[in-house]
C-alpha cells in the first residue's frame, strides 16, 4: 500500500525583518482510499503544508515521502505531473485552451499522443459528469462547478493517486459543491486516491474519512 507519510516537518518564511514558523513538527500518514480534510483557521500553515504535499517546495527539515523517496531528492516536476495533481479554489483552467485540451495537458505534457492524449481525456470528463457537447468549449463558457470538475478530470488523465484540494468548494454554491465533494470521495473510496482537501468549510470536512485540524502550524487531528 502506498501512502504519502510525513515525518516531523517543519517550514519557515523568512524576510529581512523577521523568521516566521509557518510548520513546527508535522507528522501524518495519508494512505489510499481515505479522504483526508485538514482544517483551521486563515494562517496556521494549512496552504503551506499541502503546497509541500504537492511538491512545490520542500520543508526546513523532516521529510515528505512517497513510493519510499522523499520530495527533497525527487524530480518534483515529473512528482507533479505523474503521481499528485493539485485542485485550486480558482481552478487554474487555461482559458485559451478547450475543455478537452485542458483535460488532456498533463499528457500532452507527457509526450502522449494526441489522439491518445485526448481519448483518455475523454473518458475522465465524462466520468466527472461533463457532456461531450462541452468538450469544445472553452472554459469562460462553463458554470464555476462544471471548470472544476474539468480540473478534476485533468488530475485524473494525468493518473495521479494523489489529489491535493484547495478549498475546492470556495468558490461555488452549496449545490455543486456538494457534487464536487462527492466526486472526490468517490475517487477515494471507489479509485482508491489519497484525497487530501484543504477547507474551511465544515460541511466539506464532516464528508472526509479524517478530519485533521491544524493549530499555530501543528496538526491536532
Not at 90 to 116: I, S, W
Not at 140 to 167: F, H, K, T
Request: proline content about 2%; charged content about 30%.
Amino acid at each position: 500500500m502506498e501512502s504519502l507519510l510525513v515525518k516531523d516537518i517543519t517550514y519557515s518564511y523568512r524576510n529581512k525583518y523577521q523568521t516566521v514558523r509557518a510548520l513546527g513538527g508535522v507528522s501524518v500518514e495519508f494512505e489510499p482510499g481515505k479522504m483526508y480534510t485538514i482544517v483551521g483557521s486563515s494562517g496556521c500553515g494549512k496552504t503551506t503544508f499541502l503546497s509541500l504535499l504537492a511538491g512545490l517546495d520542500v520543508p526546513e527539515s523532516g521529510s515528505i515521502e512517497w513510493k519510499g523517496e522523499s520530495t527533497a531528492k525527487m524530480d518534483r516536476d515529473r512528482y507533479r505531473r505523474e503521481s499528485a495533481s493539485v485542485i485550486y479554489q480558482n481552478f487554474n483552467l487555461f482559458q485559451h485552451l478547450t475543455v478537452l485540451e485542458n483535460a488532456a495537458y498533463p499528457l500532452y505534457m507527457r509526450g502522449m499522443k494526441k489522439n491518445e492524449a485526448e481519448a483518455k481525456a475523454r473518458e475522465k470528463l465524462l466520468a466527472v459528469g461533463l457532456k461531450e457537447e462541452q468538450f469544445d468549449r472553452l472554459p469562460n463558457m462553463l458554470s464555476g462547478g462544471e471548470q472544476q470538475r474539468v480540473a478534476i478530470a485533468r488530475a485524473l488523465a494525468s493518473g495521479s493517486r494523489i489529489i491535493l484540494a484547495d478549498e475546492p468548494t470556495g468558490n461555488l454554491d452549496s449545490e455543486n459543491g456538494r457534487n464536487i465533494v462527492e466526486i472526490l470521495k468517490r475517487l477515494a473510496h471507489e479509485e482508491n486516491c489519497c484525497v487530501v482537501i484543504v477547507t474551511h468549510d465544515q460541511a466539506v470536512a464532516d464528508e472526509a474519512d479524517v478530519v485533521l485540524k491544524m493549530r499555530d502550524g501543528k496538526l491536532e487531528g
